[in-house]
C-alpha cells in the first residue's frame, strides 16, 4: 500500500456509524480527515479524540453553498485534497404509499444531491493531486429491498453518476471508485428507527428471502479496512467498483431474532 502519510481526506456523514470508523482508519494512516457531519456532541468529539489530524466541520450536505464552504475551509486548513469519501445518507424503511413528502425529499436531497454537491466542490482540488472520489453505496441497488424501494433508488443513481464522472475525469487522472456496502453491524441509520419500524422491515426481508441474499452483517472495522485499501492503491490503478459482504453464511444482525 501506498503511504498516505500528510495525504488529506474529506468525509461526509463522519460524525457517528461507519463514518467515524472511516475516521479511525484514515487517521491510523497518517492522513488529515475533513468531518463533515451535522452539528452534533459526536462531531465535536472528533477533535477530541484525535487531535489535530482532523478537521470537524457542521454541514449541510443537502446545500451546495455549505459544502462549497466546508471544501474551502479544509483547503484553508491543510491545503490541499487527496480523497472525498461521499458516505452520508439516510436510509429509512417505509411502505411507499405511506411516505411523506419531507422523507422522500430527503432521501433524494441527502443521498443524491448531497454526493453531487461534494463531487462538484472538490473536483477542481482533486485535479492538482489526481486525486480520488470514493462513494458508499449499497447492495440495494442490485437487490432492492422490500420498504426500502427509494433508498435503493438513489444508491442506483449515485453508482450512474459516478459511471459518468469516471470517464469525464479519467484523463484528468482523477480516479473514482463505487464502494458498495453489505449489512454492517451497528449502523447509525437504524438508530433511529422506531421498534414497530424494526419490526416491519426485518419481518419482511427474512419472508421474501432477502435477508438471507444479504448474508451476516460485516463488522464496520472490515469496511473501513477496505475503504483504506482502495485509496492506498497504486495511482495507475483503478477500481471501478468493490462490492464488500461479511464472508460468512447468515442474516443481517436485525433478522436473526425473526429468523429464528
Not at 461507519?18 to 487517521?27: P, S
Not at 472528533?46 to 482532523?54: E, H, I, K, R, S
Not at 413528502?101 to 477542481?124: C, F, K, M, Q
Not at 442490485?142 to 438513489?154: G, I, N
Amino acid at each position: 500500500m501506498e503511504s498516505l502519510s500528510g495525504k488529506t481526506a474529506v468525509i461526509t456523514g463522519a460524525s457517528k456509524g461507519m463514518g467515524r470508523h472511516f475516521v479511525t482508519a484514515l487517521t491510523g494512516a497518517g492522513m488529515r480527515v475533513a468531518c463533515l457531519a451535522r452539528p452534533s456532541d459526536e462531531l465535536d468529539s472528533l477533535a477530541q479524540q484525535f487531535g489535530d489530524a482532523v478537521l470537524p466541520l457542521a454541514c449541510d450536505v443537502t446545500s451546495s453553498t455549505a459544502v462549497d464552504a466546508a471544501i474551502a475551509r479544509t483547503i484553508d486548513a491543510f491545503g490541499r485534497i487527496d480523497v472525498v469519501v461521499a458516505n452520508a445518507a439516510i436510509y429509512h424503511p417505509f411502505a411507499f404509499e405511506h411516505g411523506s413528502d419531507d422523507l422522500i425529499r430527503n432521501h433524494v436531497d441527502i443521498n443524491i444531491l448531497g454526493v453531487a454537491w461534494l463531487a462538484r466542490a472538490a473536483i477542481p482540488h482533486l485535479r492538482e493531486t489526481k486525486g480520488q472520489i470514493i462513494a458508499i453505496s449499497s447492495e440495494s441497488v442490485r437487490m432492492p429491498f422490500p420498504m426500502l424501494a427509494l433508498y435503493a433508488a438513489t444508491k442506483a443513481a449515485v453508482e450512474t453518476l459516478c459511471q459518468g464522472l469516471r470517464d469525464e475525469l479519467r484523463s484528468e487522472e482523477i480516479r473514482v471508485t463505487i464502494l458498495r456496502s453489505g449489512s454492517v453491524k451497528g449502523g447509525s441509520g437504524g438508530k433511529a428507527w422506531s421498534q414497530d419500524t424494526m419490526a416491519a422491515f426485518y419481518k419482511k426481508i427474512v419472508e421474501t428471502g432477502h435477508a438471507s441474499m444479504s448474508g451476516e452483517s460485516a463488522t464496520p472495522e472490515s469496511m473501513a479496512a477496505a475503504l483504506l485499501a482502495v485509496i492506498g492503491l497504486p495511482a495507475d490503478i483503478g477500481v471501478d467498483l468493490i462490492e464488500v459482504r461479511a464472508a460468512q453464511v447468515g442474516v443481517p444482525d436485525g433478522a436473526k431474532t425473526v429468523a429464528s
